[in-house]
């Protein structure tokens, strides 16, 4: 079976969900062990998930069969990118929570999923690719990350181990499933024959904070939205005497409350780990060790083991000196297959061979710690001047107190924030810390800066002129 759970005592739970359902290993098994029989031929399959005990139990067990190759897709993606995808992939069977309609045939309906067959045909698939999910902010977009059996394998080692997981481990999931990070969890936690507590509930809902209580929950996994969130609420002064280790991804924290919750850990005898990833590389290429939490604060750290990280500059030699910026890549097994933009891309072999430039801009520091200077697309050039857009954004959210998001082009910075009160504040702190003139930026009020489920920003939401 997929990472070794043919070695786990089946009868273990490997989840519980927020509703009161669970899923043993053995269920795993047999549910994969069913798919196998009733699918003749190996085939392409949109599932449609929740965060539930239903959902792990369909993405391991198609994947573990090989006979099907999820898209593991929100049950709430936007009619519009749904439809897109069904056009341009053309999936014989979908597989969806029972509340979501779908016309075809029954082929089976286990854990409130139904799996449906929806047509006759079947696209070539390549023999190694195990799963797909969209592009990170893909709205409207139908290219999606195409991942391999030896992706996961070395995703739920790496992971893992660095994260120091074992058995007795009840991490809380309330990532989702179908993000690169939360099915990152599932992968490592299930490895080591852990029980994933998993939850579909708004962390503001008292009943998300009984399930992390009665279920003992021993750690805790984040992006910045996430510890935005609780730091509005009484996290601080809440008795978690089982919460062993908090972890947060999903792009760059506001240095001031990676300390907070750092400084929080230390005193609470508890482990804080940042971390750094991307879906093209089965989520997690660096972590920074929790005895460095403080002393580095806002640094991704090193690579993940079995893992390699590197820099480049623009000529695309390797960069050997310290606090030299340049391209981040990284090699490992973890590194996917490459990108599908249409039905055949799937039949695609390995493109990247186990190689990737990250597009990030990167500095590392004595100790060999990669720090995160911004993207390489994110970048404008005012007056003859470089200018990181997301530098700029954490600038706001340090001296100003509030979040933005800052698009534009090289005539002007567009930067989007939903506090009336403060624009002129906003307009004067860039002014001063960039050194540029004020004509150069323009703010703007809007009711929400636009996010996906996950907390990332969607700056294709945002007008750039």
């Known amino acids: 079976m997929i990472l070794g ?32 029989s009733l699918i003749p031929t190996r085939s392409l399959c949109f599932l449609l998930v929740e965060n539930n005990v239903g959902g792990i139990a369909w993405v391991m067990s198609m994947i573990d069969s090989r006979q099907l190759v999820p898209l593991i897709l929100n049950v709430k993606t936007e009619d519009t990118l749904y439809q897109q995808l069904l056009n341009t992939y053309h999936p014989t069977y979908i597989c969806a929570p029972n509340h979501f309609a779908v016309q075809g045939e029954v082929v089976d309906s286990q854990y409130e999923y139904t799996l449906t067959k929806v047509t006759d045909s079947t696209p070539a698939l390549h023999s190694e ?3 797909l999910l969209p592009t990170s902010g893909s ?21 893992s181990t660095f994260f120091e997981l074992k058995e ?12 690169t990070m939360g099915l990152s969890m599932v992968f490592s936690h299930l490895r080591v024959g852990a029980t994933i507590l998993i939850t579909g509930l708004s962390m503001t809902d008292p009943n998300f904070w009984i399930f992390l209580k009665e279920q003992q929950a021993t750690s ?110 990284y090699r490992g ?18 493109e990247r061979n186990g190689y990737i430039r990250t597009g990030d801009l990167a500095y590392f520091d004595e100790d060999g710690c990669y ?33 933005c998001a800052c698009v534009g082009t090289d005539e002007k910075m567009i930067v989007y924030i939903t506090n009336a009160d403060k624009q002129n504040e906003v ?39």
């Not at 003139?437 to 920003?457: C, Q, Y």
């Open 371 to 403: 720090y995160i200077v911004g993207r390489m697309g994110r970048f404008l050039k005012l007056f003859g001047m470089r200018v990181g857009l997301d530098e700029c954004e954490q600038i706001v959210q340090a001296d100003c107190g509030i979040e």
């Open 5 to 36: 759970l043919q070695h786990i005592d089946p009868q273990r739970i490997a989840a519980i969900d927020s509703n009161g359902a669970e899923l043993r290993y053995a269920d795993i098994s047999q549910l994969s062990q069913q798919i196998t």
């Open 168 to 179: 007795t481990d009840r991490p809380l999931m309330v990532l989702p499933l179908y993000y």
């Open 427 to 465: 307009k004067d702190t860039l002014v001063q810390k960039t050194h540029i003139v004020a004509t150069s930026f323009a703010i703007r009020v809007i009711p929400e800066i636009p996010k996906n489920e996950a907390g990332k920003k969607l700056y294709s939401k945002l007008p750039i002129t």
């Open 139 to 159: 709205t409207g977009s139908p290219k999606l990350v195409r991942h391999k059996y030896d992706n996961i394998e070395a995703a739920g080692l790496n992971i």
């Open 220 to 329: 805790f996994t984040g992006v910045p939205y996430s510890f935005q969130i609780l730091n509005l609420m009484r996290f601080f002064r809440m008795d978690l005497p089982h919460l062993e280790l908090l972890t947060q991804g999903g792009g760059k924290m506001p240095t001031n409350l990676n300390q907070k919750f750092a400084e929080y850990c230390r005193e609470k005898g508890k482990r804080w780990i940042a971390t750094y990833g991307q879906s093209e590389c089965t989520a997690r290429m660096a972590y920074l060790p929790a005895k460095w939490a403080l002393d580095k604060v806002g640094s991704i750290g090193i690579a993940v083991p079995n893992g390699e990280l590197s820099l480049i500059d623009t000529n695309g030699t390797q960069i050997t000196s310290p606090k030299t910026e340049g391209e981040m890549c």
């Open 333 to 350: 097994k973890n590194v996917t297959m490459g990108y599908a933009r249409e039905q055949a891309d799937l039949a695609l072999g390995d």
């Open 129 to 131: 690719l195990s799963h």
